[in-house]
């Protein structure tokens, strides 16, 4: 932020296209490393962890529906229903197959990806609100399949206990444990999307979003770049679906209702469409914003009520700030939190002489 | 300066060391944690027995505490969002608590490994899995009211006594809300219908569940139900009240299970005049006739204050003094266990263990929990719409026990 990036002259297109030209960016991510790998679990609280690791999880889901809906312009409200088809894929696999996480991960993601690809198909003949209702569809089916389908869902309870992840065989079961191992993930899927972004599929995906005639026209095959868009969305949600599995112990589909994919919709929209730092913000924020606003009143609230009384104040007062703040936020920036952290980056580029 | 800093240190330094004692003369603070959706699709429950536990609390409290301990709530509202309810866990542990209250089912599974690794005892009354209160597969885990088996067993108990002692060959209907929850009871019911050879037939109600007109006139019309009994949630109850009475059902016919019992849910219906003779099973006493509510009121009344609104619902309202005295209860044998305030979750989870016989004045049933029985005993009563009230059909009652334990031991 506080850098100059004059003096740095590209020679070669590899050293343009790289994804941090300048050696302070390259710094800035290695000092960031370092923080949430080094720094943070040795001094944060279990607690504290375990509010990261909700945002890791988040971070996942919401980077595979930017690519869909931000990168690719096909909307979807079905997101929460491919991260349950992940979740039930890697449950079954786990207590069924005994196998480990680096297996059922990408076999949640894979069969996540196959059902998303069905219901991408009607994305070639319809658009926009049209096609919300159809991924709509998806969420109810996917959702009932499950519910009266005993062999995936596990019984009546419809719920299956996950066995914890092991790695080198230590079973990793508290949340400072489960830190390293969602934090890698959510590394290993933001990598993969930075670089999908700027590869040709990438590129493509951003043609048809802006113009799907002139994608067409210039050779994009649309049918298959937006099938690939959806599998590519799906995976995301299905090894998002794995990760909450694995998080929360237990594989139940009351966990991605309708009311879920509109938090990940919501995070991409606040976050900011087609970015790929949209995600992370949004992600943040519909993750952390109820929990800070709870801590705050916490904190200050008992000066004014007793405890008892808070409790209920809280409560209200919570969602009420937390739908205030979202309208303020998307008032002040439509484009999102990644527009916003970008406005000041560029004031602070010509500061003190900006113009 | 070099004098200000000196006075300012010494000062710093005197008060410290004051509080450092004062602390430890005190006696020690007890952290309980409270899952609870007061804004959620539950919330019309969450406002009165939220409320519910924090006035047993406070009227303990007012009373110097557990032997001489304070307790502290530690309540947060998880939306009925399993993400929320692991978070919430989590500042429960971080806080220290020795029990805590969980809410929803989804959430109580999430969280029950949690509990057997970290060593705190929770509770689930009236929800989470029934096979749940097998104590020796989940030793932290007290659903400490009647499971959805349970009630099962009591509703076909309560069926047989109105239909006249046998219900060989009679037609009962289960309707029921077509989601895990809704479906649990099924297996129970399955058997109790082979063992007593009467013919069960379901009904199921897709979500959201609250259209069912085709279902109760099918029960009504063609089945010819001989004894209806339900298992819906949220609006369902109340629209099931209506849709019974208006194809002429004869609502003394019609039990339904915990979440149906609500006073919201007669009021939704249109009114207690015209929900008479309806029936619904609870796991904590119905009505305001009680001591404790006496004494909470007199509590209030001593402050200046009016009885808090949520006692208005005297169901949910009991059912959260239902969590509060027993979770106090299990602390209480475990200071008394201990000899002192500084308990542990394990020490809380051989508190619950050591109550016996414990009916806090007959709004509760005599709750007893053994090693194998985490639910209390299973009891449920039966309260019926008469007049303007709620009023008990008969004594609290459990149904085919011996079936029921019989199935916690096989899952």
Redesign the interface.
């Known amino acids: 932020m506080f850098h100059r990036e004059s003096g740095y002259f590209n020679t070669t297109y590899k050293a343009d296209m790289a994804l941090y030209p300048l050696p302070i960016a390259k710094f800035a991510i290695a000092a960031i490393l370092v923080l949430f790998f080094v720094v943070a679990p040795y001094f944060l609280d279990e607690y504290y962890l375990s509010i990261i690791n909700l945002v890791a999880i988040a971070i996942v889901g919401a980077l595979g529906l930017n690519i869909l809906v931000g990168y690719t312009g096909q909307i979807s409200i079905g997101h929460a229903a491919f991260m349950s088809v992940g979740a039930y894929t890697a449950a079954n696999l786990a207590t069924k197959l005994d196998l480990p996480f680096w297996l059922t991960l990408p076999a949640g993601g894979a069969m996540a990806a196959f059902i998303g690809i069905l219901v991408g198909i009607p994305s070639l003949r319809i658009k926009g609100l049209y096609l919300a209702i159809a991924t709509l569809a998806a969420q109810f089916i996917i959702e009932w399949v499950i519910n009266h389908t005993p062999t995936i869902s596990g019984g009546v309870a419809a719920s299956i206990e996950m066995p914890p992840p092991e790695f080198l065989g230590k079973e990793l079961v508290n949340q400072a444990e489960l830190y390293y191992f969602l934090m890698v993930i959510m590394v290993i899927a933001l990598v993969g999307a930075m670089n999908l972004i700027r590869s040709r599929i990438g590129r493509s995906f951003i043609a048809i979003r802006d113009q799907e005639i002139a994608a067409e026209i210039i050779g994009i095959n649309v049918f298959k770049t937006k099938l690939i868009a959806f599998a590519v969305s799906s995976f995301y949600a299905g090894v998002c679906g794995v990760m909450y599995t694995y998080y929360l112990g237990i594989a139940n589909y009351e966990n991605f209702q309708l009311i879920t994919s509109i938090d990940y919709l919501a995070m991409v929209i606040i976050g900011g469409l087609g970015s790929i730092l949209g995600s992370i913000l949004g992600a943040i924020f519909i993750t952390m914003l109820p929990i800070v606003i709870r801590l705050l009143m916490e904190t200050f609230g008992s000066i004014f009520v007793d405890d008892a009384a808070l409790a209920q104040v809280i409560a209200q007062f919570r969602l009420i700030i937390f739908g205030g703040l979202i309208i303020v936020f998307l008032v002040v920036e439509p484009d999102g939190l990644a527009k916003l952290w970008q406005n000041i980056r560029n004031y602070f580029r010509f500061w003190p002489f900006s113009y | 300066m070099k004098h200000l800093q000196t006075g300012l240190l010494m000062a710093g330094m005197v008060a410290g060391a004051a509080t450092m004692a004062m602390t430890s003369a005190q006696a020690k603070e007890i952290v309980v944690g409270m899952a609870?959706d007061?804004?959620g699709p539950t919330q019309t429950v969450g406002?009165m027995l939220?409320?519910a536990y924090?006035?047993y609390v406070?009227l303990i409290n007012s009373k110097g505490g557990i032997m001489g301990n304070k307790i502290?709530?530690v309540?947060?509202?998880t939306q009925y969002?399993?993400?929320?309810s692991?978070?919430a866990y989590?500042?429960f542990?971080?806080e220290g608590a020795v029990v805590v209250a969980l809410w929803g089912?989804?959430m109580t599974?999430?969280i029950?490994?949690?509990l057997n690794?970290d060593h705190i005892p929770g509770t689930s009354p009236g929800f989470g899995?029934a096979a749940a209160a097998n104590g020796e597969k989940y030793p932290y885990l007290f659903p400490m009211a009647a499971s959805y088996w349970s009630q099962a067993g009591a509703a076909v108990t309560f069926a047989k006594q109105e239909l006249g002692g046998n219900i060989k060959g009679k037609k009962i209907a289960f309707i029921f809300y077509?989601?895990?929850a809704g479906?649990?009871p099924?297996?129970v019911l399955e058997k109790l219908a082979a063992l007593e050879g009467f013919e069960l037939k379901k009904f199921a109600i897709p979500p959201p569940g609250v259209e069912m007109k085709v279902q109760v006139q099918d029960i009504t019309r063609r089945y010819r139900a001989d004894f209806v009994i339900s298992h819906l949630f949220g609006k369902g109850p109340s629209v099931h009240i209506k849709e019974f009475k208006r194809m002429g059902y004869p609502l003394k016919k019609l039990l339904s299970f915990v979440w149906g019992a609500g006073e919201a849910d007669i009021n939704g219906a249109g009114g207690w005049a015209k929900a008479q003779g309806y029936n619904a099973l609870n796991f904590a006493g119905v009505g305001s006739d009680y001591a404790i509510l006496d004494e909470i009121k007199a509590m209030y009344k001593a402050e200046g204050k009016d009885a808090p609104e949520a006692m208005a619902s005297t169901v949910y309202y009991n059912r959260g003094i239902l969590a509060g005295a027993v979770h106090l209860k299990a602390i209480e044998m475990a200071v008394k266990a201990k000899g002192s305030g500084d308990i542990t979750g394990e020490d809380v989870q051989k508190g619950f263990l050591a109550i016996k016989d414990f009916k806090l004045g007959g709004i509760l049933p005599p709750l007893n929990f053994t090693d194998l029985d985490h639910e209390g005993g299973g009891w449920a009563r039966v309260f019926r719409v008469e007049g303007d009230n709620f009023v008990p059909a008969g004594d609290w009652l459990r149904g085919y026990r011996d079936v029921v334990i019989e199935m916690l031991k096989a899952e």
Not at chain 2, 81 to 84: E, F, G, L, N
């Open positions: 609870c007061r804004t406002v939220c409320p924090h006035d406070k502290r709530v309540e947060i509202d969002k399993v993400p929320a692991v978070e989590q500042r542990k971080k089912t989804p599974q999430a029950t490994s949690n690794a899995t077509d989601n895990p479906r649990e099924i297996p």
